[in-house]
């Protein structure tokens, strides 16, 4: 390259004292004090830009001689060979004809990888697919409610479908034990801060219920339920040793413990991140099965789980809410407090402190046993001990939609939910 852009250097000189000899004045010149004519000022020049071509080159030669001759910075001494002395030549040869061989062949073993690298990318879609197939495994939502539903209920129970974090399969119980769910609006409410998580592979059903204002509620409910699945799948391990008899029951319940507190501390680190969320918090039961015969309910804030049984209805959690403290301390009576500004003023939250006080209790399951979790939405409209019972039994198809009916019918006047588990065939 360098020796190009001095070849093109002398031409270009060459070129304008040609041009410059063309343009004297009666194309003559004067040089050392004799007249020449035109044509042969250009002989002279040419012969000057020749001999300049001549002198470059001969340097040039002289340059490369004495590079040849020193050793200088960056030149590596030759390798010993390592094949006997009689085989170096042969063995050089021999290696630098190889050398394209083996290019080539890693050149084609590279390029015969590609497209099994893109058969395995080809194969994500179907692992896809085989997920979607798995999660349309769990009982979709009351078909009755499910174009009421399908516009105002956010995707929240998307993390349902994971796998077990530690890569556990899990073990299911003898008995059948099936759940579906519903949520939607309310009639006065533009949006639903409510979340739910129906995950019928691990047996764990959630309702939460937002609180906090503008979205802060929705975030609250949606965050808590998916980091109290998320440490639920990721305790796989310990669950099937209860399944499997190796534990008692009772051992799933700090496990349950630990996965709300969890989830508490962050909803409130979220909270603290960003001021419009501050003050954001959400009530929450969940209901973990157990084993065959038994489950464990975690429960904080006034959602509710209420165990149906041969035509009897008893409400299973206790609200963490001043109007049942007032109603514990015999200041209100029932209606009175279902009546009061503090109904729903609550006195425990998923997102108020790190190491919230969790209810954790067992709960046994028959065969026919109908679980319901609920948000005060539907709540708040089974007042009567009996009407719960009334609704089940006209008829336990479609039951959450039903229910989420049921309260919009009733008034609506907040977000509802209504996760439903079934216990038998």
Same mark, same amino acid.
């Given at each position: 390259m360098k020796r190009l852009k001095m070849i093109v250097g002398w031409g270009v000189?060459?070129?304008?004292?040609?041009?410059?000899?063309?343009?004297?004045? &009666? =194309?003559?010149?004067?040089?050392?004090?004799? !007249?020449?004519?035109?044509?042969?000022? #250009?002989?002279?020049?040419? =012969?000057?830009?020749?001999?300049?071509?001549?002198?470059?080159?001969?340097v040039t030669a002289i340059r490369w001689a004495v590079r040849e001759t020193m050793p200088h910075k960056g030149r590596h001494p030759q390798a010993e060979p390592t094949l006997a002395a009689g085989n170096d030549e042969a063995a050089k040869d021999e290696a630098a004809d190889d050398r394209p061989a083996k290019d080539e062949a890693a050149k084609d073993e590279a390029a015969d990888d590609r497209p099994a690298k893109e058969a395995a990318a080809d194969d994500r879609p179907a692992k896809e697919a085989a997920a979607d197939e798995a999660a349309d495994d769990r009982p979709a939502r009351d078909e009755a409610a499910e174009d009421e539903a399908a516009d105002d209920r956010p995707a929240k129970d998307e993390a349902a479908d994971d796998q077990p974090a530690d890569d556990e399969a899990i073990v299911a119980p003898a008995i059948a034990v099936r759940g579906a769910g519903h949520t939607a609006p309310g009639r006065e409410r533009d949006k639903n801060e409510d979340s739910m998580v129906v995950d019928n592979r691990l047996g764990l059903f959630i309702a939460c219920d937002g609180m906090g204002g503008h979205a802060a509620g929705e975030v609250a409910s949606t965050m808590a339920?998916? =980091?109290?699945?998320? !440490? $639920?799948?990721?305790?796989?391990? =310990?669950?099937?040793?209860?399944?499997?008899? &190796? +534990?008692?029951?009772?051992?799933?319940q700090p496990i349950i413990v630990d996965a709300v507190r969890t989830a508490s501390t962050a909803v409130l680190e979220a909270a603290e991140r960003r001021r419009e969320w501050r003050g954001m918090g959400c009530a929450l039961t969940l209901l973990l099965v157990a084993d065959d015969a038994r489950a464990v309910f975690g429960h904080v804030g006034d959602t509710r789980l209420y165990r149906w049984r041969e035509h009897e209805v008893e409400q299973l959690t206790h609200d963490h809410s001043m109007a049942a403290e007032l109603v514990d301390g015999g200041v209100l009576s029932e209606q009175q407090a279902h009546d009061s500004p503090m109904a729903h003023a609550l006195t425990r939250c998923v997102g108020h402190s790190p190491d919230v006080d969790v209810d954790t209790?067992?709960?046994?399951?028959?065969?026919?046993?109908?679980?319901?979790?609920?948000? +005060?939405?539907?709540?708040? #409209? $089974? +007042?009567?001990? +009996? &009407? $719960?019972?009334?609704i089940i039994e006209e008829s336990?198809?479609?039951?959450?939609?039903?229910?989420?009916?049921?309260?919009?019918?009733?008034?609506?006047?907040d977000n509802i939910t209504a996760v439903v588990v079934t216990v038998g065939d």
């Open positions: 000189i060459g070129a304008l004292v040609i041009f410059a000899l063309m343009n004297f004045q &009666q =194309a003559k010149i004067s040089l050392f004090n004799v !007249s020449l004519s035109a044509p042969l000022s #250009y002989i002279i020049a040419l =012969a000057a830009l020749f001999g300049a071509f001549a002198g470059h080159a001969i339920a998916t =980091a109290v699945a998320r !440490s $639920l799948r990721a305790a796989a391990r =310990a669950i099937n040793r209860v399944r499997r008899g &190796q +534990d008692e029951p009772d051992a799933l209790r067992m709960v046994d399951m028959r065969r026919g046993d109908i679980l319901v979790l609920c948000s +005060d939405g539907l709540a708040d #409209y $089974l +007042d009567e001990p +009996d &009407q $719960l019972n009334r336990a198809e479609l039951l959450p939609g039903r229910l989420v009916a049921f309260a919009n019918k009733s008034g609506g006047h």
